[in-house]
Structure formats: C-alpha cells, structure tokens
C-alpha cells in the first residue's frame, strides 16, 4: 500500500515512504534483513561513540522467546503486535561505559539509532512500528536486564498487511490518511515561537 508523504519541501524517498502500520502480512523476515537492521542501528551516531543501545529479538519461529517479548507489551499492543513476525525490545545503558557517568544523551542516541533501523527496513521495503507500550519491569525480569540499563521502546517488523485482510479497527488504522503538523509550529528563529527563516 502507498502512503507516501505530501511534503512541503522535496526529501529522501525513503523518509517519504516510511510509515507504521498496524497490521502485518504472516510472511517471515529472512535473517539476513534482520542482521542488515540491527547493523544499521551499529552505525548510528551516539554521544562519545558510546553505543548505549541493546536489543532483544524474536521471531515468530522463536516460540517461547517471541511470546516472552510479547508478553512485554502492554495490552493495546499485544492485540496487533502479535501477528507481527519480528518482535524486539529496545534497551539502553543509562551510564556512560568509559567512566561510569550518567549518560543523559542515552535515551536520544537509542532514538538515532530507531532511525537508522527504520530507513534500513524501508530500504528493504519491510515496516516498523515503535512501541512506548511496555511493561519496563516485567521486561526486566523476564529477560534478566542488569541495573543501570532501561527496558524503554518495542519494535513490531516485517511486511505490511493489505488493509482488506485486516479487521475493521486495524484497517481504518492503516487506511487512515497520514498528518503533520506544519514547520511553522516547531521550526522558530529568534525566541521560542518566532516565526522560521524557512517560511
């Protein structure tokens, strides 16, 4: 399904392109596409190069582990995220590994690096939806995650379902037209609110 983005200013194809769907074809992700996101997300850039991202990911095919992962979800999400075929939980080290220090940069360069996992995916003409959703604790123990690191996102991955396929609340979901907010109301020059340069 297109759902290209209406841009204001002319931008990459694939940012055009990206979009989060709710519901997802039962087709496999090979594990090759797998490792091409996740050595995306090694490249992304992160303060002193620090990296501070770790991933746990299931398949399908995984059994116990995928269902342990979505176990991790909140409700809402479990009832589409379970036909997804890739399952993963986002974490990120909160301390800086060179000398122990908070790293107050940690949650924005695991948000980088999101970014980087979803242009790979588009690139390869697969879908992710990010999660907020979890149960962080429940994550932590399920998945024995140590101190000082933050169970904080999911990702849902693989090929976007045709709507038709999908039940009436997850197919208007999908079908829904895509909206932004204009660059007025987050782009100023000047003092918070003024008006952009760009306009």
């Keep these: 399904m297109n759902k290209e983005a209406s841009t204001d200013y002319p931008i990459h194809e694939l940012i055009r392109k990206r979009w989060s769907p709710y519901g997802f074809d039962e087709r496999s992700v090979s594990q090759q596409d797998i490792d091409a996101l996740m050595e995306a997300a090694r490249w992304a850039a992160s303060s002193y190069n620090e990296q501070p991202w770790s991933y746990i990911v299931a398949t399908r095919d995984d059994g116990e582990l995928f269902d342990q992962v979505l176990s991790c979800l909140v409700d809402a999400n479990q009832a589409w995220a379970k036909a997804a075929p890739v399952l993963v939980l986002c974490c990120t080290s909160l301390k800086f590994s060179r000398n122990g220090k908070p790293n107050a940069a940690a949650t924005h360069d695991l948000g980088l690096a999101a970014g980087n996992i979803c242009f790979e995916a588009t690139a390869r003409g697969l879908s992710v939806h990010q999660m907020i959703?979890?149960?962080?604790?429940?994550?932590?123990?399920?998945?024995?995650?140590p101190d000082g690191v933050q169970p904080l996102t999911a990702m849902a991955i693989g090929y976007a379902a045709d709507p038709d396929s999908l039940p009436e609340e997850l197919?208007?979901?999908d079908l829904a037209t895509r909206q932004r907010k204009p660059l007025s109301e987050f782009v100023f020059s000047g003092k918070w609110g003024g008006d952009s340069a760009s306009e």
């Design 171 to 173: 197919k208007q979901r």
């Design 133 to 145: 959703g979890i149960h962080p604790d429940k994550a932590r123990d399920v998945f024995e995650i």
